[in-house]
């Protein structure tokens, strides 16, 4: 630490507390209204999906609590674990028998009777080592070959290993922080520019290599050209925004999540939010999210080091870039890609590693310069 630089604690950012707070509230209220039906159905048990949620709620308190008395200049030494950790899960998925097929992709690794979504831990894995590393290369990151190789080397690895699943979602959110984490570092303009150029056309070509892929871009462009089949999500979802009017039928009285939408609960949470509180309910919904991401910038910025500005800065990116995916395609904005709506959709990884985030982003602004 700089001998000339005095640091001390403070209070933990209480507006980004109280934001996380009530993103979560929204989430256990919703999970229980959209999934009560299909948890009946399944289980014949009403409760059966909320009941674990508030398990992975309380779970996910205590862990972003515990994370706020860890200081965050200990987690340097799990970056490198981290990174190896991921690389073996990921490589696990590919065992027959511990990687589940759910949807078509091998994403869940099942371990002891329990099952987990292996990519939500490899992005916090990738931004804390690519933190950890960038912040010591700070000085050399203008040279492309001592600063950037390998960083990009760890994250095309990720990335092939995300794109066996396969999870182009992930992979792309993935590459997405690695040149924003670059660009905050202080990398070369040209370098990101040459980068983005070779990735463009290797998602292009990834895209049509896989005939799912295409349909979903060309039902986002004209959904109701097979209503029945490729835009049949889509079409529903903008069905649930339209008859929730600007205040909703009502938290409880929407039809959509009656076998209509598919997992109301987890990738189309918002659209029973807009159906059920209308425009109103979607608009704090995104409001919440923008002051997420005004807060977790501005941690960043007040970071007392190199280390903390870049930490904060791509956990916040984690948060807020797979929100506004999952909130664009439900709205018809983008194609659809199966990523939940984080601290609102149900399930328990994807929580519990938001949670993790926002407990580091705690610690992080408790410190100051």
Not at 66 to 83: F, S
Not at 121 to 129: G, R, T
Request: proline letters at 4%.
């Amino acid at each position: 630490m700089d001998a000339a630089i005095k640091y001390e604690e403070r209070s933990p950012d209480l507006i980004l507390l109280l934001v996380t707070l009530v993103l979560v509230t929204i989430g256990t209220a919703m999970i229980y209204s959209s999934s009560s039906i299909i948890a009946l159905e399944k289980f014949g048990d009403s409760r059966f999906f909320i009941k674990k949620q508030i398990v992975f709620v309380f779970l996910g308190m205590v862990v972003m609590v515990l994370m706020t008395k860890i200081p965050y200049e200990h987690l340097k030494k799990l970056a490198y674990p981290g990174l190896l950790l991921a690389i073996i899960l990921l490589s696990l998925l590919l065992i027959p028998g511990l990687g589940l097929k759910r949807g078509g992709a091998t994403r869940w690794l099942n371990v002891g009777g329990i099952s987990f979504q292996v990519t939500e831990m490899v992005k916090i894995a990738v931004v804390l080592f690519l933190s950890h590393f960038l912040a010591r290369k700070a000085t050399q990151l203008k040279d492309f070959r001592r600063g950037v190789v390998f960083p990009l080397f760890v994250t095309l690895l990720m990335i092939s290993l995300i794109l066996l699943q396969p999870d182009f979602g992930a992979a792309v959110i993935v590459f997405t922080i690695f040149l924003f984490m670059l660009c905050i570092a202080g990398a070369r303009i040209r370098h990101m520019l040459m980068l983005l150029l070779m990735f463009i056309p290797a998602g292009v070509i990834l895209i049509l290599l896989k005939g799912y892929r295409m349909a979903r871009l060309t039902a986002f462009l004209d959904p109701w050209k097979d209503a029945h089949n490729t835009g049949f999500q889509i079409i529903q979802s903008l069905l649930s925004f339209g008859s929730g009017g600007a205040f909703g039928v009502g938290i409880g009285d929407g039809v959509q999540k009656l076998f209509y939408l598919p997992e109301p609960h987890t990738d189309f949470i918002l659209s029973i939010i807009a159906e059920e509180s209308g425009f109103i309910g979607v608009t704090i919904v995104i409001v919440m999210f923008a002051l997420f991401a005004l807060r977790g910038l501005m941690i960043s910025i007040k970071a007392p080091d190199f280390f903390g500005t870049l930490l904060a800065a791509g956990l916040t990116l984690v948060i807020t870039i797979q929100a506004f995916i999952n909130i664009a395609g439900v709205m018809g904005l983008i194609p659809l890609k199966g990523l939940v709506l984080p601290f609102l959709s149900y399930g328990g990884t994807a929580f519990m590693m938001s949670m993790i985030s926002v407990g580091i982003l705690l610690n992080i602004s408790s410190q100051a310069k």
